[in-house]
């Protein structure tokens, strides 16, 4: 059974640059989560999908941050613009009615 | 706001020791309590989950225990290898499904 899966691995962008992160879900899993760790700190919640509705989106920074889950598959989480501060480590994870979450291996994005 | 503190920062243990790795919370109204491995590179491998209304839970060499109450966890991994080396991360959830996040503790394990 494939895992969780992100793409890219890595990101070097430009500020004022837009980014889309991908992240395809263990099949069957209706929870999507995004989360984010800046160095330094610990990884924060971003935002939560059950299937194509977001369930929770408070963990979001701001308005330059989407993200979308069409069809309750794969979702994207869009920057732009992309500013320094984005830089860190965004992971994906997905989760069954249970809640034990499985963690893709993350995006290292860098804004320069 | 939920606070998750782990202690220590960083750990290094020579080959067969048994070691604890302590991780406190600042709400005990709390849903569940998960311990994570996290490897350079890698994402994070879900260890040990422990329901609220449960004490312990165990994996192999590994036992975790809650004290909701006292807000604490330990993660206790008996007979330590090389392979264990790696970042633990204690994670908390209090409702809603979002996790909040200790710092984690960087474990080396030496031959």
């Known amino acids: 059974e494939a895992g969780v899966t992100q793409f890219p691995s890595h990101s070097v962008i430009e500020k004022g640059q837009t980014v889309t992160l991908r992240c395809d879900p263990i099949?069957?899993?209706?929870?999507l989560y995004w989360y984010r760790r800046v160095m330094g700190k610990e990884i924060k919640f971003l935002l939560h999908?059950?299937?194509?509705?977001?369930?929770?989106e408070s963990g979001m920074p701001n308005n330059r941050f989407l993200a979308e889950r069409t069809g309750g598959t794969y979702s994207t989480l869009k920057v732009q613009p992309a500013e320094l501060e984005d830089s860190g480590v965004y992971f994906c994870?997905?989760?069954?009615?249970?809640?034990?979450?499985?963690f893709g291996s993350g995006t290292q994005l860098s804004v320069l | 706001k939920q606070e998750v503190t782990q202690i220590p920062a960083a750990l290094s243990v020579p080959e067969g020791e048994n070691l604890v790795l302590n991780c406190s919370f600042t709400?005990?109204?709390?849903?569940?309590l998960q311990w994570f491995r996290q490897d350079p590179g890698k994402g994070l491998t879900s260890l040990l989950l422990i329901q609220s209304s449960q004490r312990e839970q165990t994996s192999g060499r590994l036992n975790a225990s809650l004290d909701k109450s006292s807000g604490r966890s330990t993660l206790y991994i008996a007979a330590s290898q090389p392979g264990d080396s790696a970042t633990y991360l204690c994670a908390v959830e209090n409702s809603g499904y979002a996790l909040n996040f200790g710092k984690g503790t960087s474990l080396l394990v030496t031959p």
């Open positions: 709400d005990s109204a709390i849903y569940n």
């Open positions: 994870a997905s989760s069954q009615a249970e809640r034990k979450l499985f």
């Open positions: 999908f059950v299937k194509e509705s977001k369930q929770d």
């Open positions: 099949s069957g899993h209706d929870n």
